[in-house]
């Protein structure tokens, strides 16, 4: 198309006698990429994928792997010296790394913001190219590295590890870059393009973005810190002291796939020190964060208070909790209402922001309901992820497995509340807390309102005749609107529960759990207190982490002052 208009404006100046500069703007040419999501193995008995993975799954658990601070191309090692240990075996040490002090995190955002410059004038189709090569490592070469550090690091079992830290994972690398070709086709109106021509173009932004992540998904860990990064941006990784094994290993991928030094800095630090030195540099032009709620506020105010120190307005993106529920009609069907609820509650051991935490059952299913998910639940087997038929595993941490136990030590000594099932916490080996069932007779029990982030699944049991009622207390019980899922056969019903739910939950998911989002199909986030729902997986993430220029070229000089009315 440009060479046309290059032929056309030519044609035109010389008719005009202007000299002709001709489009200065390079002409993108992205590779070839396919839209379709990474498919998920299945590790049954004796498959070539699970015998590779059970080989580096006994590697990983018998070394302590040092992963160090690297800021450019140096590797850094401090004398503040961690651990990261198996959540599940929580003896056992599987990786030694270190946290960075301030000077270093200082350092890291000089180098990150003098890279940015360099690295962001690599055409974007060069960049694409390295992260559709990192994908590919992360498919063939490293897949079950990825697993086996997110299996024993996370304590997340097989197939929860393979949905994320490989396929989700490697789909955010490929389907972000996807998208961002597709953004590429954008054109801005040229009335006439032989005269002038008008551009879009993506600069990464000025100065750097601080990338600070989660334990719960290696694969967010991935996203946060290299989509922007293939935006064109300096960045500063800071991963969760309980994910840095699975995360080491997505940076040094990412090296290999040939990533440049000091493009990603990988930056393990104390949290509220990475927080509070960030956030002072007048070179912070974007935060992208998943975690709590307080962690969030915190950089947000910081980023308030410190607003007239920066050069340009930060960007803040923050993926936050959740208080996510199933809401079951008196026409659902029971079985997948248990099934789904089993699922979306105890999976990772209801450590996904995702994970289904209150639920609404109307008196009329009850004695069905209450029958299926305590068979269900009691047949679950909580255990170390490396057997293969344990359903979940232990909880991440020792300020995990206190808080969990705390809100079920709760529920015990509550006389509104009673433990259907489960309610059995031991840390002797493991943080293990069993996936426990609890019914309520307030729907507003802090219970009910307050994220866990643990495997307790609290139920109100609603008279058929306050269906109305009860409808109402999904939004107004909870500061929260991350996922949310009905359950029922009355089509009439549920058009009118897609209405009054609107603004419940970012994830909406009719009969299904509100778990188990994919990346571009479900693109994922929430609003109010769940974040600022800019959907990871996505069409627009990408450009989230872009600065973009409009570029008017003119082919024809303006020769004249006077508008031709003046004239006469
Ligand atoms: P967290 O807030 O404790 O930690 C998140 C990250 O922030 C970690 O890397 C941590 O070290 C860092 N951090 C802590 N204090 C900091 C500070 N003052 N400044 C800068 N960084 C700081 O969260 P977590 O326990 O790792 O993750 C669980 C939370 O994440 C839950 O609330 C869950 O709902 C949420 N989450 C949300 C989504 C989503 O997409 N909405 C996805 C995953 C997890």
Not at 20 to 47: F, R
Not at 128 to 149: D, F, G, H, P, T
Not at 235 to 248: C, G, M, Q, Y
Not at 405 to 430: P, R
């Amino acid at each position: 198309m440009l060479s046309l208009c290059r032929l056309a404006l030519v044609a035109n100046s010389q008719k005009l006698g202007a000299r002709c500069l001709g489009s200065i703007l390079p002409t993108p040419q992205p590779p070839d990429i396919v839209l379709a999501n990474e498919p998920v193995l299945s590790y049954t008995k004796h498959s070539p994928e699970r015998q590779e993975l059970e080989k580096v799954l006994s590697e990983f658990s018998n070394s302590v792997q040092d992963i160090p601070i690297v800021i450019g191309d140096e590797e850094i090692r401090t004398d503040q010296v961690h651990y990261q240990v198996m959540p599940h075996n929580h003896a056992k040490k599987i990786a030694k790394y270190y946290h960075a002090t301030p000077d270093l995190i200082k350092r890291a955002i000089t180098v990150a913001t003098k890279t940015q410059r360099e690295w962001e004038r690599v055409p974007l189709d060069t960049r694409m190219k390295i992260w559709l090569r990192a994908a590919e490592l992360m498919r063939e070469k490293y897949r079950q590295e990825l697993n086996a550090s997110t299996m024993l690091g996370q304590s997340k079992t097989v197939i929860q590890a393979e949905i994320d830290s490989a396929a989700e994972l490697i789909d955010f690398f490929k389907i972000h870059s996807y998208f961002v070709k597709d953004a590429l086709k954008y054109r801005p109106i040229s009335p006439d393009a032989s005269v002038t021509l008008n551009s879009m173009r993506y600069r990464g932004m000025d100065g750097f973005v601080a990338a600070v992540s989660p334990f719960n998904f290696t694969a967010i860990g991935g996203n946060l810190a290299y989509t922007p990064a293939l935006m064109g941006n300096g960045v500063l990784w800071k991963p969760s002291d309980t994910a840095v094994l699975s995360n080491w290993t997505i940076f040094k991928i990412c090296r290999e796939a040939g990533v440049p030094p000091g493009v990603v800095n990988f930056v393990p630090a104390h949290g509220p020190d990475f927080g509070d030195t960030v956030t002072a540099s007048p070179h912070l032009a974007g935060i992208n964060f998943t975690g709590s709620v307080p962690t969030f506020n915190r950089l947000w105010t910081q980023v308030g208070k410190n607003i007239g120190v920066y050069r340009n307005y930060p960007k803040l993106v923050g993926e936050c909790g959740g208080k996510n529920y199933h809401f079951v009609h008196p026409s659902a069907d029971v079985d997948s209402v248990v099934a789904g609820t089993i699922r979306s509650a105890f999976e990772y051991n209801g450590q996904k922001c995702s994970a289904c935490s209150r639920m609404y059952v109307p008196q009329s299913l009850w004695g069905e309901i209450r029958q299926g998910l305590i068979k269900e639940r009691d047949r679950l087997k909580v255990g170390d992820v490396q057997d293969f038929s344990v359903f979940t595993s232990a909880v991440i941490d020792a300020a995990a497995f206190k808080r969990i136990s705390g809100y079920i030590e709760y529920a015990k000594n509550s006389s509104h509340l009673e433990i259907l099932g489960g309610g059995v916490c031991d840390d002797s080996v493991g943080y293990f807390v069993q996936p426990t069932i609890v019914q309520t007779k307030d729907p507003k029990d802090r219970i009910m309102t307050e994220e866990i982030f643990g495997p307790v699944l609290t139920i109100f049991v609603y008279e058929d005749r306050d269906l109305e009622e009860t409808m109402k207390l999904v939004e107004s019980s909870t500061p929260y609107a991350l996922t949310g899922a009905i359950f029922a056969q009355d089509e009439q019903w549920a058009r009118r529960a897609l209405e009054e739910f609107k603004y419940t939950a970012g994830n909406f998911y009719v009969n299904d759990k509100s778990t188990g989002s994919v990346v571009g199909q479900q693109p994922f986030g929430g609003s109010r207190m769940s974040g600022t729902n800019d959907k990871a997986g996505g069409p627009h993430y990408a450009l989230r982490w872009a600065s973009p220029q409009s570029v008017k070229e003119t082919f024809v000089p303006l020769r004249e002052i006077d508008y031709e009315y003046m004239r006469g």
